[in-house]
């Protein structure tokens, strides 16, 4: 019987929408969930707030793409950007409040 896709393949392929979608979503929560640590930790304007989370959200992108092939599958890397993100969502709206 012919195969389509093995499982290697698969789990590249899960790796690397772990590694795009995952890091995309990633860098959105990260830059969402410092504001309010920059302006409650830091006393940071908002506008300061905004810029530093922003710069920092790129670091934390690149580090689920490392992430996210550096786990033994690609249902691990998955679920802890998942679980980052919303630690992350947590924190972003506990501040807000």
């Given amino acids: 019987m012919l195969q389509l896709f093995s499982h290697y393949q698969l789990e590249i392929t899960a790796r690397c929408l772990a590694a795009t979608v995952g890091a995309y979503c990633f860098a959105i929560a990260s830059s969402l ?14 506008a300061d707030a ?34 980052a993100c919303v630690i992350l969502m947590a924190l972003h709206f506990w501040g807000t409040i």
């Fill in 33 to 46: 969930g410092m504001v309010p640590v920059f302006i409650n930790l830091f006393g940071s304007l908002q």
């Fill in 50 to 83: 905004v810029y530093f989370a922003t710069l920092y959200s790129y670091f934390f992108g690149f580090i689920a793409i490392i992430w996210s092939f550096c786990q033994r599958s690609a249902l691990l890397a998955w679920r802890d950007i998942v679980m």
